[in-house]
């Protein structure tokens, strides 16, 4: 019906520091009522070719601005993002089914954190420099922007994730077309009518909405564009590295991930459950570095069993609106249902079902019925061939099974295709450096998880992707470098 359409929020593309609307929408639903609440442009080439033409146009200014007057354009974007927090929490809960609290907490904070972070290690960045006296030679090296840079972000930490690539670029001097998922497009457009104000000039930053497989790909095929950044799956990457491979692009590329959680006899319970209970539930376990295969040691794992799942029962399920909840809504119908068909095939397995899908009953208020909501699951003894071992489920599911040496787990936590994160929990200095060591990961966490310091180097090996972002990593990502050698 007309009516309802007109109470439904419709976004556009930002192109060229306007706002343009789209010939064709997308439906994205609110994932705690099941309801269409918003229409995202469906965009394609045409879209994509006018802000990639936005973006070049706009690059000869920014790229000559010099590092501090970015560096004060990207604070103010900060503080206009932190002045309006709540109003994008919200948005970020009601759009993606996380928690307010999650988005109050971590999400949003950590999207204003982004921009101010590199607003400040862009001002300290050196570049090398080497002399060959016996020639009269000196070596330098010197650093620019690389052009319009793609950047395309997940579902999971809509504005957290976008931010963590615009930032970087933008202040390293490069324009960007950024494709946020169109299933989470309202945090990107609010972002987008922010720009302006802080003084961020026409074309600098375009956005561009709708799917990966119209808008993503104009993007990734475009000459334009030397440079993609990419967060999402495994499977999408591979298409992106095929599709770039022909115009030799630059690509950042941070997948999935099968983080284990590997608990000594020794390890500290009282800290280890409660933060392992996080690290598997967190953000509905929607979160690449979450924990989903726990390896605990056999003479604690019928203790750390109990206790762990009596925790992980505490945690509330419900409306993402209300502060006292624990665990949103999934992000769609059909993801709800692909994480539901893991559990069913771990019971099929002969594997054991705790707590939470198909186990505890969910109640849900009134107007969340038809959410896409699950509980807290927690499956022992599944196979370390099960696809449940073995593939990112994504969601609120971690599976927990016992080991006995120090060697067997490393290899056990080892045998699977990804290696994003990990963590390690001991009581015994020596044997977290050497289990760090040998794990194939590219962060290791011990007796914490989720602890950051952006200046540190973030990606996986394997197929967790390609690439590092960080302080000096995202340097060295988006920009160019070039030797200078100097005969006096």
Same mark, same amino acid.
């Given at each position: 019906?007309?009516?309802?359409?007109?109470?439904?929020?419709?976004?556009?593309?930002?192109?060229?520091?306007?706002?343009?609307?789209?010939?064709?929408?997308?439906?994205?639903?609110?994932?705690?009522?099941?309801?269409?609440?918003?229409?995202?442009?469906?965009?394609?080439?045409?879209?994509?070719?006018? @802000?990639?033409?936005?973006?070049?146009?706009?690059?000869?200014?920014?790229?000559?601005?010099?590092?501090?007057?970015?560096?004060?354009?990207?604070?103010?974007?900060?503080?206009?993002?932190?002045?309006?927090?709540? @109003?994008?929490?919200?948005?970020?809960?009601?759009?993606?089914?996380?928690?307010?609290?999650?988005?109050?907490?971590?999400?949003?904070?950590?999207?204003?954190?982004?921009? %101010?972070?590199?607003?400040?290690?862009?001002?300290?960045?050196?570049?090398?420099?080497?002399?060959?006296?016996?020639?009269?030679?000196?070596?330098?090296?010197?650093?620019?922007?690389?052009?319009?840079?793609?950047?395309? =972000?997940?579902?999971?930490?809509?504005?957290?994730?976008?931010?963590?690539?615009?930032?970087?670029?933008?202040?390293?001097?490069?324009?960007?077309?950024?494709?946020?998922?169109?299933?989470?497009?309202?945090?990107?457009?609010?972002?987008?009518?922010?720009?302006?104000?802080?003084?961020?000039?026409?074309?600098?930053?375009?956005?561009?909405?709708?799917?990966?497989?119209?808008?993503?790909?104009?993007?990734?095929?475009?000459?334009?564009?030397?440079?993609?950044?990419?967060?999402?799956?495994?499977?999408?990457?591979?298409?992106?590295?095929?599709?770039?491979?022909?115009?030799?692009?630059?690509?950042?590329?941070?997948? *999935?991930?099968?983080?284990?959680?590997?608990?000594?006899?020794?390890?500290?319970?009282?800290?280890?459950?409660?933060?392992?209970?996080?690290?598997?539930?967190?953000?509905?376990?929607?979160?690449?570095?979450?924990?989903?295969?726990?390896?605990?040691?056999?003479?604690?794992?019928?203790?750390?069993?109990? %206790?762990?799942? @009596?925790?992980?029962?505490?945690?509330?399920?419900?409306?993402?609106?209300?502060?006292?909840?624990?665990? *949103?809504?999934?992000?769609?119908?059909?993801?709800?249902?692909?994480?539901?068909?893991?559990?069913?095939?771990?019971?099929?397995?002969?594997?054991?079902?705790?707590? *939470?899908?198909?186990?505890?009953?969910?109640?849900?208020?009134?107007?969340?019925?038809?959410?896409?909501?699950?509980?807290?699951?927690?499956?022992?003894?599944?196979?370390?061939?099960?696809?449940?071992?073995?593939?990112?489920?994504?969601?609120?599911?971690?599976?927990?099974?016992?080991?006995?040496?120090?060697?067997?787990?490393?290899?056990?936590?080892?045998?699977?295709?990804?290696?994003?994160?990990?963590?390690?929990?001991?009581?015994?200095?020596?044997?977290?450096?050497?289990?760090?060591?040998?794990?194939? =990961?590219?962060?290791?966490?011990?007796?914490?998880?989720?602890?950051?310091?952006?200046?540190?180097?973030?990606?996986?090996?394997?197929?967790?992707?390609?690439?590092?972002?960080?302080?000096?990593?995202?340097?060295?990502?988006?920009?160019?470098?070039?030797?200078?050698?100097?005969?006096?």
């Amino acid at each position: 019906t007309m009516a309802h359409s007109k109470s439904l929020l419709v976004l556009e593309n930002f192109i060229g520091g306007k706002f343009v609307p789209c010939s064709s929408y997308i439906d994205s639903y609110n994932p705690s009522t099941g309801d269409v609440y918003c229409r995202v442009p469906d965009s394609g080439k045409e879209e994509v070719e006018a @802000a990639v033409k936005a973006a070049k146009d706009a690059f000869p200014i920014w790229s000559s601005k010099s590092p501090l007057e970015r560096s004060q354009i990207l604070n103010k974007l900060a503080d206009l993002i932190e002045h309006d927090l709540e @109003a994008f929490a919200q948005a970020e809960s009601k759009d993606q089914g996380k928690t307010i609290t999650f988005a109050r907490t971590v999400d949003i904070p950590r999207a204003v954190y982004n921009f %101010r972070f590199f607003a400040s290690s862009i001002l300290h960045h050196v570049t090398e420099c080497t002399e060959m006296a016996t020639v009269g030679c000196v070596h330098y090296t010197s650093r620019a922007p690389v052009g319009v840079a793609g950047l395309i =972000s997940p579902w999971n930490l809509p504005l957290y994730l976008l931010t963590w690539k615009i930032a970087p670029a933008i202040a390293c001097g490069n324009t960007v077309v950024a494709k946020p998922s169109e299933m989470t497009s309202v945090t990107a457009w609010m972002m987008c009518k922010l720009l302006e104000k802080a003084g961020i000039p026409p074309g600098v930053v375009n956005v561009v909405f709708g799917t990966g497989a119209k808008a993503g790909e104009a993007l990734v095929c475009h000459p334009d564009v030397p440079l993609i950044s990419f967060t999402g799956s495994t499977l999408t990457a591979q298409r992106i590295t095929e599709k770039s491979a022909p115009h030799c692009k630059r690509l950042s590329l941070e997948l *999935g991930g099968k983080n284990p959680a590997i608990i000594f006899d020794d390890a500290d319970l009282s800290q280890c459950i409660p933060t392992t209970v996080r690290s598997s539930f967190a953000n509905q376990g929607e979160i690449c570095l979450c924990t989903s295969r726990i390896f605990v040691q056999r003479g604690i794992y019928s203790e750390f069993l109990k %206790r762990f799942v @009596a925790e992980a029962k505490k945690w509330k399920t419900g409306n993402p609106s209300d502060p006292t909840v624990d665990v *949103g809504a999934l992000i769609s119908k059909e993801h709800l249902e692909k994480v539901r068909n893991y559990v069913k095939k771990a019971q099929t397995e002969g594997a054991r079902v705790l707590c *939470g899908e198909g186990v505890d009953s969910l109640a849900l208020p009134p107007g969340n019925q038809k959410g896409y909501f699950m509980l807290p699951t927690v499956i022992a003894e599944v196979k370390d061939e099960s696809c449940c071992m073995q593939e990112e489920i994504f969601g609120p599911v971690t599976c927990v099974v016992a080991f006995d040496t120090e060697e067997e787990v490393i290899q056990r936590a080892n045998g699977v295709k990804y290696g994003l994160a990990a963590t390690v929990w001991s009581g015994s200095v020596g044997r977290v450096h050497r289990v760090a060591h040998r794990l194939q =990961s590219g962060l290791v966490w011990t007796n914490c998880w989720l602890v950051r310091d952006l200046n540190l180097p973030f990606g996986g090996m394997k197929a967790s992707g390609i690439g590092r972002e960080g302080a000096k990593d995202s340097y060295e990502f988006f920009t160019e470098v070039k030797t200078i050698t100097i005969k006096h």
